[in-house]
């Protein structure tokens, strides 16, 4: 049964519903057999939970076999572990510590994983519900750790209460102790937005054409004419309004020193409508390649480029990695960076220290990874306290607020434009001033009640 729910609850378009109750069959069931049995059944329920994913990582992110297979053994051993740890305590009758074990538990697993993953956050179950802004609200708080361990809580504290051992004193002050917990959470994440102060808003428009393949080479018959369509595009939304306009990641290849020629029709096309245009863009040159957000504005000053900072392992092993941040020149509030950049909680904090309000980013998802992509990106901005303009190519067109609340989106498989008047949230979040202070936290709490 846990099994079944976390491949519904785990895949690339998940049931919100099934993370909750994943692992209750789990922790009911340990302390009423063996530790051996319990462990081994919960890493068995997880790996069960991965197969769903295999295809994807094989075939379409195209990572090494081996490599996948460690990551669902890590994971399944990583869950057992868990279950083990809260067993010892459902066993002994320690209804509090055995409540609180999973959740602080799974949230510095996760933690600790994304500190030293290439990944990054890639690897959270917390991304499950990410259409509910309710929940996601806590990240702004705990980062995505708080999520996952909210999602792992009434499970943990039913199979407290409802154990062998224990005392009904001890069951009742659990229950209301987590009672209390949910509540003042979701309370902070539905109070945040109630009380926010609002910034000035941008009008943001995305585009992305049909485009099979890879970066197309701008200087062939059929960059001209994607260089025509999109200029096209970019005219549409200007005229409903849009002050800045972003592309896909990756669209053309240009070459480094004919780059500002090859990519003339958008300068000349930001000038003539009074917009800002971010091309993404796969620029080729004696310094190397790289993956880049090129910015046009208005103003017709030469333009600015963003370098991908986080790679995909393997597919991108030919570019070279990018450490500046972008503000936009006409506007500060907005920050660029690309794709899987949107994994790391560390950049988007960075940006939101210096000052931005919205990010943009061009990105290209796997096509059938598209919800998944685009709600890491809803729930990067809600932690740090900002908008999220994400339009990639084989995936989605996405616009969320600093809430998680989306906007506007469509499915750009083939194809699609949207825009939005977006609000800004003028005041940062916790988590962007105080960074992973939760994730520490947990990982602290886990080995105290390890110790216990």
């Known amino acids: 049964m846990s099994g079944w729910l976390y491949r519904r609850g785990s895949g690339l378009r998940p049931v919100a519903v099934a993370v909750w109750l994943a692992p209750l069959p789990l922790l009911v069931l340990a302390p009423r057999v063996p530790w051996f049995a319990a462990v081994s059944v919960a890493a068995g329920a997880w790996l069960i939970g991965q197969f769903g ?40 009758g320690h209804v509090a510590l055995a409540a609180l074990a999973p959740p602080v538990a799974w949230a510095a697993m996760e933690f600790l994983v994304a500190l030293r993953s290439p990944h990054g956050a890639w690897w ?17 708080l705990t980062g995505v750790w708080g999520i996952t361990a909210l999602l792992a809580l009434p499970a943990s504290v039913a199979a407290a209460v409802t154990a062998p051992a224990g005392t009904d004193g001890e069951r009742l002050l659990v229950l209301l102790a987590a009672a209390a917990v949910v509540a003042t959470l979701v309370g902070y994440a539905v109070g945040r937005r109630q009380r926010a102060v609002l910034d000035e808003p941008v009008h943001v428009g995305l585009t992305a054409v049909e485009q099979p393949g890879g970066p197309v080479p701008i200087h062939t018959p059929e960059g001209a004419d994607l260089v025509s369509r999109y ?5 549409q939304l200007a005229g409903r309004g849009a002050g800045i306009i972003v592309l896909p990641e990756a669209t053309f290849t240009v070459d480094e020193a004919q780059m500002l020629e090859q990519l003339r029709p958008f300068a000349r096309a930001a000038v003539e409508l009074g917009v800002e245009i971010v091309v993404g863009v796969a620029r080729q040159g004696e310094t190397g390649a790289a993956n880049v957000a090129v910015v046009f504005d208005a103003a017709s000053d030469p333009p600015s480029q963003y370098q991908k900072h986080h790679l995909v392992p393997g597919l991108e092993a030919a570019y070279q990695p990018g450490r500046d941040l972008l503000y936009l020149p006409s506007d500060p509030r907005v920050g660029v960076l690309i794709c899987k950049d949107l994994d790391f909680p560390r950049l988007a904090r960075a940006y939101r220290r210096g000052g931005v309000r919205m990010l943009l980013a061009p990105a290209w998802d796997f096509g059938r990874d598209g919800w998944l992509h685009s709600r890491m990106a809803v729930v990067r901005g809600v932690e740090s306290g900002v908008a999220v303009a994400r339009v990639a190519r084989t995936g989605r067109a996405t616009v969320s607020d600093a809430f998680g609340r989306i906007v506007v989106e469509a499915d750009t498989r083939e194809g699609g434009t949207v825009d939005a008047t977006v ?14 202070w939760f994730g520490w936290c947990c990982v602290a709490a886990t080995a105290l009640i390890a110790v216990a």
């Open 53 to 92: 994913l295999w295809s994807y990582y094989t075939r379409d992110v195209r990572q090494p076999r081996l490599l996948v297979v460690a990551q669902f053994v890590g994971g399944s051993a990583g869950v057992g572990v868990v279950v083990g740890l809260a067993r010892a305590h459902l066993v002994d």
């Open 124 to 140: 959270s179950i917390a991304y499950t519900q990410a259409d509910a802004p309710a929940i996601t609200g806590v990240a702004s």
């Open 231 to 235: 200029v096209e595009r970019v005219g």
């Open 423 to 436: 609000p800004l949230a003028a005041t940062s979040t916790p988590y962007s001033r105080l960074g992973d």
